[in-house]
């Protein structure tokens, strides 16, 4: 089964672990509308899971929150089952690389 990413990203990071999924990157004038949606250059995306390094994505869906930061487990998962956060807008001190594949772990065993 095709999974649908999308990565919301501040920085410029190595996704090629996602090739696969041949996931979309947006990095500018996204407009989150749920948990599973957003609007990006006037059109709706639908997405099975949004991966992403940036903090407002999780003031919008007003993910869990501790020291400033997105609580996620060892998967960077947060407390919404199909969002994932890692880099600064987590605690997670691990490589980005690491973290990277530790989402990929998650998503492809699902």
């Not at 996602?18 to 006037?42: C, G, H, R, T």
């Not at 949004?50 to 930061?69: C, N, P, R, S, W």
Request: proline letters at 2%; one cysteine or more; glycine letters at 2%.
């Amino acid at each position: 089964m095709h999974k649908s990413i999308v990565f919301i990203l501040k920085h410029n990071v190595d996704i090629s672990c996602f090739a696969e999924f041949s996931p979309m990157v947006i990095q500018k004038n996204w407009e989150i509308l749920d948990e599973n949606s957003l609007k990006y250059q006037n059109e709706i995306i639908y997405f099975d899971y949004l991966i992403t390094d940036q903090l407002e994505v999780g003031k919008i869906l007003k993910l869990e929150k501790q020291d400033k930061k997105l609580i996620t487990n060892y998967f960077l998962q947060t407390n919404s089952e199909n969002i994932y956060a890692f880099g600064g807008a987590t605690n997670c001190l691990a490589p980005l690389s690491e973290q990277l594949l530790r989402i990929y772990e998650d998503i492809t065993t699902k």
